[in-house]
C-alpha cells in the first residue's frame, strides 16, 4: 500500500477572471503544516534543530501571540481555514450566534475554505490529513461533500482504517496492510503523509504555484513530549527540500496548545494552550522586500488570532500578489467583505487590538489582566463552580443524551481566578471567575468562565474546556460536543 501523485492537467477554473493573478505576476507557492495542539513554547523548547535549519535557511519569523479563537480543533480550523466563527460567543450582553450553526450534521460550504480560493487563484493543491476523519470529519461530522481541492490524501486513510466503511468488505485485508505499514515498514501516521508531501512537491515543476495543507494529529495531541522526536526529521526535511521551497510561503502552525494532560492544570500551561505555535517562512525572493520585513518582524510580537491567518492566506492568494508585492501597507479588510476582527499579517497590525475585538473568548485571551488566584474554599467559588456543573448537565439534557450519559456531580475545585473586567463607561464592571473544577463519577477536570452581574452567574462561551482525557468514557454517544462531559451510564 503506497500513495502516489499524478499530476494533474490544470484546466482554467470558471470565474478566475475576476479573481486571477496575471501570469505575469510573482505567485508563490503555499505549504501549511499543522501539528495539532503544539504549543508556541513547546515548539521551541521541543524542535531546536528545526528552528535553526528553518532560521538558517529559510530566514523564518516567529510569532508568539497568536491566540487560538476556540477550544478545540474544528473551531479554530474553520477560523484559519474558514474564516467563520462556528461558536456561539457572548460580548457583554450580546450572543453573537455561530456563523455556521450545526455545521457538523451538514455539508461544508467549500467556497470559504481557503483551498478553494487557491484554486480559484490557478494554483495546484492538495491537503492530507494523518487519519481518516479528517480536519472537519471528527468524529462523524459530514465535512465537505466533495474534494474541494486536487490531490486528497483520505481515500489512503479510509482503505487502511478497521473502522472505517470498507472495514467488513477488507477487513482482512486492512489487518495485512495496517501491519505492513507500521510494524514491518516501521512508519507512523506523519511518515506516511509527509511522504504525500514530498510527492506532491516532486510532481509538478517549480514554475506551478502550489498549496499544500497537511494536518498531524497523532505527533502531539495525547501529549506534550510528542514534539522531540520528530525534531530530527523535520529539520532534515526543511534541508532537503530548501530549493522547492524557495519560491514557497511556508506556515508551521498548530489549532491551538495542549488541551490537556498534567500541565494544563498550572498556569503555564494554560498560558500555552491558549498560544499554538506559529512560524512562518516567506518565499526567497520577498525575503529582501524590507516592508514586508519590517511587517513580520513588529507583528511577530504582538496579538493576532486564527482568524488573521485566515485573512493572510486570502491576501497572499489575491491582493499582496495583485500589487505584484509592492504595497503591503495597512488596508481595510471589511471594504473586502471581512469582519473588523480580522487581518493579514503581511501588513502593519495594530497595537490596540483587544480580544474583545478580535472576537477571542475571554478565557483563552492571551493579554494579561489583573487576574488573581482566590481560595478554591471561597463561598463564590463554590457556587461557580456548581453553576459550571450545571451547565454541563445542559449541555448534556441540550443533546438529548440524558438517557445515556451519566449525572454529574462536582466533586472538588482544582483551581480559581478572579478578575474585575472594567466597561467602557466605568459604571458597569463586572467580575470573573475562572473556575477548574473536578465532577463526579467521571473524574473529568474541567476549567470555565462565569461572569457574576448583579449576583447571577452567566457563562460567555457556549463551552467549558475538559482538561484531562476522557478516553473510552463517552464510548456510547459520536456527538463531538458531548464527548468531553459524558460519562456513559453503562460505566457507573
Ligand atoms: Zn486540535
Known sequence: MHTQIIPQKLTPVPGLSSDAIQLSLYRPSVMIIVIDSASSSSFLRSMPRTLQVLTDLYGVTVFRGLNKVADNSAPNAH????????????????????????????????????????VKAGYVTM????????????????????????HYLRPYHIRIDPDSMSSEEFAEDTADLLFQIREQQCKETYDVVMEYQKQFLNAYPASVPKFSLIWLTALTHDTINGLFHVDDYFAEFFRQYQSQLSNSFVFFMADHGPRWGDIREGYVGRLEDNNPMLVVAVPEPLRKNKQL??????????????????TTLFDISTVAAQSNWTDLSAIDWTSKGFHKRQTSFLRPVDLTRSCRLMQIPELYCLCESDEKYISTDDPTVLSAAQYLTNQLMKQIDESGARTICADLSLVNIVM???????????????????????????????????ELVNGQFRMPSSRLSRINAYGTDSHCTQDALIMPVCYCRDLV
Not at 481518516?132 to 470529519?137: D, E, R, V
Not at 520585513?293 to 485566515?310: C, E, H, P, T
Open 79 to 118: 477560523a484559519f481555514l474558514n474564516g467563520v466563527r462556528s461558536d456561539k460567543l457572548m460580548i457583554d450582553d450580546y450572543v453573537l450566534k455561530p456563523e455556521v450553526p450545526d455545521w457538523c450534521h451538514r455539508y461544508l460550504n467549500a467556497s470559504k475554505f481557503i483551498g478553494t480560493q487557491f
Open 293 to 310: 520585513k519590517a511587517n513580520m518582524n513588529m507583528n511577530a510580537n504582538r496579538l493576532v488570532s486564527q482568524y488573521d491567518v485566515y
Open 416 to 450: 480559581a481566578t478572579t478578575n474585575i473586567v472594567r466597561s467602557f463607561n466605568g459604571e458597569q464592571n463586572r467580575v470573573e471567575y475562572v473556575v477548574m473544577f473536578m465532577v463526579a463519577p467521571s473524574k473529568g477536570i474541567f476549567q470555565g468562565l462565569v
Open 127 to 150: 491537503m492530507a490529513d494523518d487519519g481518516p476523519k479528517a480536519i472537519f470529519g471528527w468524529p462523524n461530522c459530514y465535512g465537505f461533500k466533495q474534494k474541494p481541492i486536487h
